[in-house]
């Protein structure tokens, strides 16, 4: 038997030193970029009692203001990153707080999750987040209201009048004013061209040698929890829920607020972004980026690079550190509130039982009131019986992990490729119908794919509108250092990854 029948350029030894360096070298660029700065909104030091920061699950007052001694023993064990710390920390009840120590993991590849920066999200008193958490009302209100009805539904269209008064909301705007068709919509290219939702959530795809039709489970009209005070202070404590989502026997496609809340309740990280990879394949060669190698290969297609498996696996590749990375800011940065906790600020404070500095634009707006006469309290109606993870709100890890997965993809594919045979959900949600508007394509679709995630958990009422636009950046952020270091791996004549960014920017690899 021969020792070695290798062949190729490098000798075993020379191999190996080309796959250290290759390491090495990709270690070395992260290592070098600037180090972010890890500005907070400060709303801890500014408020001893705590009420701008997260406290779900530690132990409260009948206010829902945390115990202190609690929440010391909280930021102790953050503080020290000692796993024995966190064993000590006091809890109110059966809820767990949601894995605080992912905040410390390394990664392998891409940035680590301490190099990447974010703004500072908005104080508890601001003008900006009085914007969002009416805007989180009336995503609340309007839950029942097909996508297809927004410009004629009384309550959408009070909804877009009300945010146009605000001064700073940052939701997108047509002439300065928030209308019909922006409402409840991210900031990215291609988010206000078309349906509300991306083609990549209604489109069937095929798994393996199977379809699927994109009809899902969702709850019943006006399924709303957590509008009790005592029910939302035992939530606060982490007590077991009263009650539970009542399911409609129906899957549907998705077509308004609640569906598409229920469809980011319980899908896994980077289930949206797999099944948009297996439709963009589905549509053949035309839809990859003219980047790829192998479109003009007159002997060669790809495989292992530059073909399906690895296109699938970038596709998913980012969603752990997408989340390390938010982990990071959530619970060693941030630690922002959640809304169902200003919501019970906000109880307190128009009930009397305290003076919470929270901004009159939002005490003195429409989306208060008309929540009032709904539900009899000013709490924030959870579409899910739990509400809120046990884990700070800031960034949003679905926006993350959305964020991360549609950059990948449109690394590999074309951005400007039209999508053949668009779709619209019928109001019922049980049939597609043809869509008859301007062209959608495939870089606007994923961008709005990406906002459909992220702006869906605030549609749940778990979520701000910055936490879902932030966390997009951060997730794009993490692809792009994933790209950056696997750009060093291929042998191909590769001129790189090239495609337009969140903000409109164009970035080659």
């Not at 929890?225 to 829920?241: F, R, S, V």
């Not at 229920?262 to 990280?269: E, I, L, M, Q």
């Not at 003219?290 to 696996?313: E, V, W």
């Not at 997965?405 to 049980?430: C, H, Q, R, Y």
């Amino acid at each position: 038997m021969l020792a070695s029948c290798e062949i190729g350029p490098a000798s075993a030894r020379q191999r190996q030193q080309e796959a250290f360096q290759v390491r090495q070298e990709a270690a070395l660029f992260q290592k070098d970029l600037p180090l972010p700065g890890h500005p907070c909104n400060g709303d801890e030091i500014v408020f001893p009692n705590k009420i701008g920061n997260y406290s779900k699950g530690l132990p409260h007052n009948q206010l829902g203001e945390v115990n202190l001694n609690a929440y010391q023993d909280f930021i102790r064990a953050l503080s020290t990153g000692n796993p024995d710390d966190f064993e000590f920390i006091p809890l109110g009840g059966v809820a767990k707080l949601t894995n605080p120590q992912a905040a410390y993991a390394f990664e392998m590849a891409g940035p680590d999750s301490h190099h990447l920066g974010m703004i500072a999200p908005p104080a508890f008193s601001s003008a900006w987040l009085a914007g969002e958490m009416a805007e989180l009302y009336w995503q609340a209100l309007t839950r029942d209201v097909p996508f297809n009805a927004y410009d004629t539904d009384p309550l959408t269209i009070a909804a877009a009048a009300d945010l146009s008064k605000f001064s700073d909301f940052r939701g997108p705007k047509i002439n300065g004013a928030v209308t019909t068709g922006t409402l409840f919509r991210g900031n990215t290219p291609g988010d206000l061209v078309g349906p509300y939702i991306s083609q990549f959530l209604w489109k069937d795809f095929v798994l393996g040698s199977t379809p699927f039709v994109q009809r899902y489970r969702t709850t019943v009209a006006g399924d709303d929890h957590l509008t009790g005070y005592e029910e939302w202070l035992n939530n606060q404590n982490g007590l077991a829920p009263t009650t539970m989502n009542q399911f409609d026997p129906t899957p549907r496609y998705i077509r308004n607020g609640r569906d598409l809340g229920k469809y980011v309740h319980r899908d896994f990280p980077f289930q949206s972004t797999l099944v948009a990879c297996l439709i963009l394949l589905g549509l053949g060669q035309v839809a990859l980026a003219q980047t790829n190698p192998y479109l003009r290969s007159a002997t060669q297609i790809g495989f292992a690079t530059f073909g399906t498996p690895n296109i699938l696996d970038f596709a998913a590749r980012a969603g752990r550190a997408s989340q390390v990375a938010a982990w990071f800011q959530k619970f060693l940065v941030h630690r922002r509130l959640r809304p169902e906790e200003f919501g019970g600020r906000v109880q307190n404070r128009l009930t009397g039982a305290a003076n919470y500095p929270i901004n009159p634009e939002l005490l003195n707006s429409q989306a208060v009131s008309e929540i009032f006469d709904r539900f009899g309290s000013y709490l924030l109606p959870q579409a899910y019986a739990e509400g809120c993870p046990t884990h700070p709100a800031y960034p949003a890890g679905h926006a993350c992990f959305a964020g991360a997965g549609v950059t990948m993809l449109k690394a590999f594919f074309k951005e400007s490729f039209i999508i053949p045979n668009p779709v619209v959900a019928s109001d019922d949600g049980l049939t597609l119908l043809p869509y008859a508007g301007p062209p959608l394509t495939v870089g606007g679709e994923l961008n709005k794919l990406a906002a459909n995630i992220a702006v869906g958990r605030d549609t749940a009422g778990i979520h701000w509108r910055s936490d879902a636009s932030e966390g997009l950046k951060l997730g794009e952020a993490v692809a792009i250092g994933i790209l950056q270091d696997y750009r060093r791996t291929f042998n191909e004549d590769f001129s790189g990854f090239s495609f337009t960014k969140f903000d409109g920017a164009t970035v080659i690899i």
